[in-house]
């Protein structure tokens, strides 16, 4: 089974969002299926096979989620996040601004789907095979 630090490990090559699917193989190597990142303080929940858990440490100090999603400005910042203007830190910040409450990460459906906080998709996209 993996661990968080293994996982660290492989999100220390990330540098933007241009990395990112990249970073999903690595992690499908570890054996990870899904996982879903909390933007309000950064911590990840990871799992893999037979309910196998494993929950990353907060990543930075919380952040204000607004209550209601934007998805325009949140596709802005997102398309802008993967062609590597901005950094994992801002990234966060502007899903933040923009009522992105978590993202889901399918490794089964290559998926990526953002939520706001009453659990609404506010956007959805199928993960590259770099």
């Not at 999100?11 to 990395?19: I, P, R, T, Y």
């Not at 950094?87 to 993202?103: E, L, M, N, P, R």
């Amino acid at each position: 089974m993996f661990t968080i630090d293994q996982i660290e490990e492989a999100h220390s090559n990330v540098k933007s969002g241009a990395d990112f699917p990249q970073y999903i193989q690595d992690l499908i190597k570890l054996g990870v299926i899904r996982y879903n990142t909390y933007v309000r303080d950064g911590h990840t929940v990871y799992w893999g096979c037979d309910n196998y858990r494993v929950q990353s440490n907060p990543k930075y100090d919380n952040l204000e989620v607004t209550d209601s999603g934007n998805p325009i400005d949140f596709i802005h910042h997102l398309n802008a996040h993967q062609a590597g203007e901005t950094d994992y830190k801002a990234f966060c910040q502007h899903a933040a601004q923009d009522g992105v409450d978590k993202w889901v990460i399918d490794m089964v459906a290559m998926t990526c789907i953002y939520y706001d906080k009453g659990g609404h998709k506010l956007h959805e996209e199928e993960i590259p095979i770099p």
